[in-house]
């Protein structure tokens, strides 16, 4: 399906979707359990003597990043990797706190990959493809024995096997953790793997370097743009192929619980050169981080949800209720999960949660200096298990929030309020994570695979491992090896372009004499984001978001002062072109969250939800893929779906009641 | 509050810097360090002047992008925070700060507050992993680690390698960040194999960035915001020596 420019956005869903030829997902035939095994044994293979004629372009240095080009490098292809950070060992999965799912069903309790598929089907309220979520879910088990024999410190019991955890969503404890910094542990071993190749010359590591176009030719990606982050100067790579494993784009509402310099440039840029970009409206607001103190504040910080196994969500009954929570009796608190969920209580998925906090808040029983949160109690657990417990599983956590809010959680609740955390949507893949720019292959949170319209928790870390250990190192051999012999040249003329694009671009955000700076453009963007595109979305609030984001575009081009040059360090130039891109992204994530007139998962149109409030699909009309294709600037963007068929599960309605 | 900054400023790496004093008016005690120079950029650039140049990224205290000394330490007062995570609360009004950036050869300075640790990623390249190709690891549970040796290894691996350690240290030494990454796979089963191969090559190579000799004033330990163990420095050091006095001879890594 596709439809013109001129079309009213309301009508550019369909009512039936037909399989659009620009979007072929290439899921391999046979039944779904064995389709992955089937498609490995049949993927091209190059020659190891041929491996290392082969250069390859990997942007970011995360789990997927990392996990990839050192995968890769393993295999004898030339690495070259890129990171904006000082070094790879930062990328933001290292703040993921929670854990990885693995389907290694340890605890006898009825795990398996079938139920680790589903729920994560389930989770992502049937919008994701289902061959997609059945491998992950399949190689689910070999990433927990890979980062174990990288010497990852899970954690373990005393016995000296692996320990688990239940994580939110799940009725089985099928979670890896390493205390509280899973994310810091797992990125480690994936570096120290990344280090090794360094170190053996496989990979030549460009640190501190940004990602400022894809370069594209007939629709193949023959290299990247990129500028030196400390000495300015801008270079051309060419490879035979270029992975993105930049991340997601959260960052678009300004406060969330991504690092500082998380950004979608390199998706974007990728956008515009020819990759689709879908479901743009799937973002995850998580429901478990510390409220905003004040308008200085930067970042928000998130609180692992697996707080939600030991803690208990409540507020107080009455909203004039200003006593300190411990002197509130238990008679005059609302444990609301619990009353409307029983069979979840705290354990109902991020995307309920975060919902019903919100609600509790809008009606005015929030908590805290700002009313603004709600409780998260761990009295109860304490009295049941003892403080050492808590310490041994949350430690590091409750230190942290002592740290930020100055509040001791072992003695008085926790609060917490959602926060933009993560993106389901992103760059479109098929089945073997090249996207819809031949050579361009894009990995982890940066494409829009496996998580549906909702991403499970502690699924994120198992997505880009997944993708960088076990999936790309196949997918790509097969991609390269029909390109065997050809010369890589920064010499074509689609270089040049994308040069002089680059340079044109930044002259430009450089040469205005404006009065505002880039945070508070970005801070305004995000504004409009949380309100017209947040928690819950209707027409006529994102059709205002439409008018009000291009207007604020407009401004912010004739308006926002870059100080400096482009030679040597320009953090505010930097900032400046992530904002720029983030001004495009945010109006195509509520052009599709427009288009999508139904609710799924993490995208509530307020229009379409059950009398309980939860989120209502139209699956006759929307079980596809919304993919968007750039057709320049100043022209609307052209909608493609892919078809979303299920022959494993049947759709239902998700209740965790 | 109000405070009086004193702030280094250095336009390039080599070129010559100085302190620059500033005036920040109405600072809010819960906002963080890093938010507060947030806004002192936010005044400067209404003033025309270029915003002070820091790293930071995650401001959760994990990926260790942040860091340089508030009048002389690393991280500033909070024991075991990084500064992104050091709040206001913790100052007074009319409070006077110098903030410098990391000082140690091994760390040339990029720009104002900024300094390259790349360095550091050098020693973990020289054998800072398991020799472990993707696909070849057997099954996770195949192997029992006690859980007292699991969690010690933890202590070690939560080094976020963010320079504290160096920048505090008289000699410039990187003993602590070399002794984390040795212990956390040195006292695994996992890291058994090369763990007499794993301290040489990383010693040495630690040794061929610059740092300095370490000489047991335990300063690392007190500003390391993980609060990581000088007592890894010791192990490192024996499982070197052993090395050393055993002629055991240092094994290429990683083939």
Known sequence: MSTGPDTPLQSQAPSAIPADPKLDAKVPPGPLAEKWTAHRDHLRLVNPNNKRKFTVLVLGSGLAGASAAASLAELGYVVECFCFQDSPRRAHSIAAQGGINAAKNYRNDGDSVFRLFYDTIKGGDFRSREANVHRLAELSVEIIDQCVAQGVPFAREYGGLLDNRSFGGAQVSRTFYARGQTGQQLLLGA??????????GQVAMFPRTELLDVVVEDGRALGIVVRDLTTGAISSHAGHAVVLATGGYSNVYYLSTNAKGSNATAIWRAYRRGAFFANPCYTQIHPTCIPAAGDYQSKLTLMSESLRNDGRIWVPLDPQDARPPQQIPPAARDYYLERCYP???N?????VAARKAKQVVDEGRGVGPQKNGVYLDFADAIARLGRGVIEDRYGNLFEMYEKITGEDPYRTPMRIYPAPHYTMGGLWVDYDLQSTVQGLFVIGEANFSDHGANRLGASALMQGLADGYFVLPYTLGNYLAGHLGEKLST?????????????????KLLAGSGKRSVDSFHRELGRLCWEYCGIARNAAGLE???ALIPALRDEFWRDVRVLGTAAGVNQELEKAGRLADFFELAELMCRDALMRDESAGGHLREEH??????ALRDDERFAFVGAWEWKGEGAAPELHGEPLAFEAVSLSQRSYK | MDLTLHVWRQAGPGEPGRMQAYEVKGVNEHSSFLEMLDVLNQQLGERGEEPIAFDHDCREGICGSCGFLINGVAHGPLPGTTVCQLHMRHFRHGDALRLEPWRAKAFPVIR?????????????????FVSVATGSAPEANLIPVPKPLADRAFDAAACIGCGACVAQCPNGAAQLFTAAKVSHLGLLPQGQPERTARAVAMVEAMEGQGFGACSNYAECEAVCPKEISIDFIARMNRDYLKAKLKGVEKVP???
């Open chain 1, 544 to 546: 205002k978001a439409l």
């Open chain 2, 253 to 255: 890594l990683g083939d």
């Open chain 1, 343 to 345: 069979a979840f209580g």
């Open chain 2, 112 to 128: 104002d507050l900024m300094v390259d640790r790349g360095a550091f990623d050098r020693v973990v390249q020289a054998g800072g």
């Open chain 1, 491 to 507: 010499g074509h003329p689609a270089f040049r372009n994308a040069r002089a694009e680059t340079d044109a671009r930044l002259a």
């Open chain 1, 347 to 351: 354990l109902v998925p991020r995307d």
């Open chain 1, 191 to 200: 570096y120290q793997a990344l280090s090794r190749q360094i170190g053996l």
């Open chain 1, 609 to 614: 939800q059950t009398p309980e409030g939860e």
